[in-house]
């Protein structure tokens, strides 16, 4: 393991996630739900389990950060859309591997631009882009010996400006069907949207985009939510 210098350590912005029934959930040490939104659900990196540590991207602090999944093959090689955004951002980027050892994520210094959509799509690579609101898993399997987070906004612009220019990726939002039963996905799933702030001008795609993942974690093997987004 090692963890990044000058980083997200150093910030009080952690959880732990946990496995129920193949869902991901993110919890605080006691084991009370933690908030993407709600500093106060948030710890510090020492009062959580390491092997199980979640950041928490926030508007607050100057983090970005980006999830390239199946990006690695079965011999450890990358593919080259990978290659390209790790060699543009390598030196500067915490590059870590993800837990399927199929992926990498990206930590850095810099922020998108105001109203920037996060998921994109390369060739038949998805990759997606977040800087607040996110939890963010955290492995520290770092790729290759990544060990610093150093600004990097101009690297990040030049990868936004290149990839807005690719087909944007359609997101199909339908309604969602809780049942009329309450149990214990019900609850969650409710509780969570109840706390969604009304989204800024400029900021609904980032908060869908956010609202969705966080919904798609609540899902079980044989209990399905389907995504929903709706403005008064």
Known sequence: MILPTLSIN????????????????????????????????WSRLDEIDSRRACFVLSKEDPFFGIDLDDCI???????????????????????????????????????KPEGCQSVFKDGNQRIEIYDHSRFWITTFDSYPDSAVILPC????????????KQPAVKQQATVVSMGSGVNELDRRARQYLQGIA?????????????????LHSFQRANYRLSYLMQRD
């Open 10 to 41: 150093q910030y009080p912005q952690w959880v732990e996630w946990k496995l129920v029934d193949g869902a991901k959930y993110f919890v605080q040490p006691d084991g009370k739900p933690a908030k993407s939104n709600d500093p106060s659900t």
């Open 198 to 214: 009304v989204p800024t001008k400029g900021n609904i795609n980032n908060t869908i985009f956010s609202v969705c993942g966080h």
């Open 153 to 164: 906004q101009a690297q990040l612009d030049d990868l936004i400006e290149r990839l807005s």
């Open 73 to 111: 093959d079965d011999e450890g090689k990358l593919n080259d859309q990978a290659c390209a955004i790790v060699d543009a951002f390598k030196g500067k980027a915490y590059i870590e591997r993800s837990q399927s050892k199929r992926g990498l994520h990206l930590t850095g210094i810099g922020k």
